[in-house]
């Protein structure tokens, strides 16, 4: 299991005990979701949908990088990666 | 006498609380809680003025229920379904939060319309299923702000009776304790343009509210519609005295027939507030003004709710009119413009509070 950083924002720290950043162990992102999930059940109302998807306004970085473009959730993840939490630009 | 009246007033962005001493003239305001978050609905404690429960939403994060027992210093955040079981339904709002009869029961109406029960003062919750199995259910349309189950109410003398109105489909009533749901709308005008088919699912309420000291009687602020190509209205102001078996209107009095929230006092009077109508959802003419019934609607009183130097053109929405229990009744109107009027003696003076807040949701009081 690779130990990898998941960044919270700011309006959602509630959600992680105060915490910026928390640690999770998955190497995948699809395991990486899942141990959200188990961990931080909360935090991953406000991620996903019923139907398991990241909500519409939602984006997952991995490394910097946007996870929705990765097309696969089987992307593997290294230790020491970074998953950041950002509310997608969006309206006018 | 009370020594103070605390006014919830839940925004856009965040909920604001204001206070006053017994006279109910003075008033403060605390900065925003949650601001960044919106809060649909709210459930105050009539004992703790610090213990507050909240629906919250945002486009991008969804809904949760909060709670704070410390005036706002920390919150609980309490998912009514966890993220591992989904629902049948999309969970977007939490629309009204509402404590039952039976000790430590409260019920929350969300949208999608469905109906959440907790057993344990709101630390738990599951889906109040009796309802969603409706056999209409499948032809349920939604209104504007979406297919919202907005009023929840209960007969403090028997537990097992239970009523709720859902946008844009009707009131459903139950006498088994939520097992089985019946509609309840004879009387009202049906709304084809809703999209349903179904004759048990096409009504447009807004709000009802029941008389505390007369068992059966409701009353209920109806989507006022155009009914024919030349502007014919429906009407929108209805009463049952069967406990919603049959609505009569009782508007013929009240130049506008299209609003939002409703209020009742336990003295019995009775408060809306229209707005121009469907297609024009405003104060007539940049003037807010409240109507107070005093007769069960065979009556009308106007008053001016607004500033008499200032046009305010902005609407209300269904839960952003409420009353204190004092003596007499005051009450309280949040505005889309972001306005809270505020009335001592019934509706008879106003004053507009110290505060230009975002967009009203929802107003709660209570005095301490």
Same mark, same amino acid.
């Given at each position: 299991?690779?130990?990898?950083?998941?960044?919270?924002?700011?309006?959602?720290?509630?959600?992680?005990?105060?915490?910026?950043?928390?640690?999770?162990?998955?190497?995948?992102?699809?395991?990486?979701?899942?141990?959200?999930?188990?961990?931080?059940?909360?935090?991953?109302?406000?991620?996903?949908?019923?139907?398991?998807?990241?909500?519409?306004?939602?984006?997952?970085?991995?490394?910097?990088?946007?996870?929705?473009?990765?097309?696969?959730?089987?992307?593997?993840?290294?230790?020491?990666?970074?998953?950041?939490?950002?509310?997608?630009?969006?309206?006018? | 006498?009370?020594?103070?009246?605390?006014?919830?007033?839940?925004?856009?962005?965040?909920?604001?609380?204001?206070?006053?001493?017994?006279?109910?003239?003075?008033?403060?305001?605390?900065?925003?809680?949650?601001?960044?978050?919106?809060?649909?609905?709210?459930?105050?404690?009539?004992?703790?003025?610090?213990?507050?429960?909240?629906?919250?939403?945002?486009?991008?994060?969804?809904?949760?229920?909060?709670?704070?027992?410390?005036?706002?210093?920390?919150?609980?955040?309490?998912?009514?379904?966890?993220?591992?079981?989904?629902?049948?339904?999309?969970?977007?709002?939490?629309?009204?939060?509402?404590?039952?009869?039976?000790?430590?029961?409260?019920?929350?109406?969300?949208?999608?319309?469905?109906?959440?029960?907790?057993?344990?003062?709101?630390?738990?919750?599951?889906?109040?299923?009796?309802?969603?199995?409706?056999?209409?259910?499948?032809?349920?349309?939604?209104?504007?702000?979406?297919?919202?189950?907005?009023?929840?109410?209960?007969?403090?003398?028997?537990?097992?009776?239970?009523?709720?109105?859902?946008?844009?489909?009707?009131?459903?009533?139950?006498?088994?304790?939520?097992?089985?749901?019946?509609?309840?709308?004879?009387?009202?005008?049906?709304?084809?343009?809703?999209?349903?088919?179904?004759?048990?699912?096409?009504?447009?309420?807004?709000?009802?509210?029941?008389?505390?000291?007369?068992?059966?009687?409701?009353?209920?602020?109806?989507?006022?519609?155009?009914?024919?190509?030349?502007?014919?209205?429906?009407?929108? /102001?209805? +009463? @049952?005295? =069967? $406990?919603?078996? !049959? &609505?009569?209107?009782? *508007?013929?009095?009240? #130049?506008?027939?299209?609003? %939002?929230?409703?209020?009742?006092?336990?003295?019995?009077?009775?408060?809306?507030?229209?707005?121009?109508?469907?297609?024009?959802?405003?104060?007539?003419?940049?003037?807010?003004? /409240?109507? +107070? @019934?005093? =007769? $069960?609607?065979? !009556? &009308?009183?106007?008053? *001016?709710?607004?500033? #008499?130097?200032?046009?305010? %053109?902005?609407?209300?929405?269904?839960?952003?009119?409420?009353?204190?229990?004092?003596?007499?009744?005051?009450?309280?109107?949040?505005?889309?413009?972001?306005?809270?009027?505020?009335?001592?003696?019934?509706?008879?003076?106003?004053?507009?509070?110290?505060?230009?807040?975002?967009?009203?949701?929802?107003?709660?009081?209570?005095?301490?």
């Amino acid at each position: 299991m690779a130990h990898v950083t998941l960044e919270v924002p700011r309006v959602l720290r509630d959600c992680t005990a105060g915490r910026a950043a928390v640690e999770l162990e998955a190497d995948r992102l699809d395991a990486a979701s899942d141990a959200i999930r188990r961990h931080w059940p909360v935090l991953a109302t406000h991620l996903f949908t019923e139907t398991g998807e990241l909500r519409p306004h939602v984006l997952l970085l991995h490394n910097d990088r946007l996870t929705r473009r990765l097309q696969r959730p089987d992307v593997p993840l290294a230790a020491g990666d970074r998953l950041t939490i950002v509310q997608a630009v969006s309206g006018g | 006498m009370a020594e103070r009246v605390v006014l919830q007033v839940g925004t856009v962005k965040g909920v604001y609380r204001f206070a006053s001493n017994g006279d109910r003239r003075s008033w403060s305001v605390e900065p925003p809680l949650l601001p960044e978050w919106r809060v649909d609905s709210m459930l105050m404690d009539p004992e703790d003025p610090d213990h507050l429960l909240v629906g919250t939403s945002h486009e991008a994060w969804g809904p949760t229920l909060r709670e704070t027992r410390d005036g706002g210093r920390t919150w609980k955040q309490i998912p009514l379904r966890p993220p591992d079981q989904p629902g049948e339904h999309p969970l977007r709002c939490i629309w009204q939060i509402a404590r039952a009869p039976q000790p430590h029961r409260l019920y929350a109406g969300v949208a999608d319309a469905a109906l959440y029960v907790s057993d344990d003062d709101g630390a738990s919750w599951r889906e109040a299923e009796g309802l969603t199995r409706h056999p209409s259910r499948p032809h349920w349309q939604p209104g504007a702000g979406g297919l919202c189950l907005h009023t929840i109410l209960f007969d403090p003398d028997d537990p097992r009776r239970m009523w709720v109105a859902i946008s844009a489909v009707g009131v459903f009533g139950t006498t088994d304790g939520g097992e089985t749901w019946t509609a309840l709308n004879q009387g009202l005008p049906p709304m084809t343009m809703t999209g349903s088919p179904d004759e048990d699912a096409m009504f447009c309420i807004h709000k009802i509210v029941r008389d505390g000291s007369r068992a059966d009687r409701m009353f209920m602020q109806f989507h006022a519609h155009t009914m024919t190509p030349d502007g014919t209205r429906s009407s929108g /102001v209805f +009463r @049952s005295d =069967d $406990a919603g078996g !049959t &609505w009569q209107a009782i *508007d013929r009095d009240l #130049p506008l027939k299209f609003g %939002f929230p409703m209020a009742l006092s336990h003295r019995g009077e009775l408060f809306v507030m229209p707005l121009v109508s469907d297609e024009n959802r405003v104060f007539d003419q940049g003037r807010p003004i /409240v109507w +107070r @019934s005093e =007769d $069960a609607g065979e !009556t &009308w009183r106007r008053l *001016d709710a607004g500033p #008499p130097d200032e046009p305010v %053109f902005s609407g209300i929405l269904r839960d952003a009119m409420t009353l204190d229990a004092r003596e007499p009744t005051g009450v309280y109107a949040g505005t889309t413009g972001g306005d809270v009027f505020a009335s001592a003696d019934a509706g008879e003076s106003w004053q507009r509070l110290p505060a230009r807040l975002p967009r009203v949701l929802c107003v709660r009081a209570e005095s301490f």
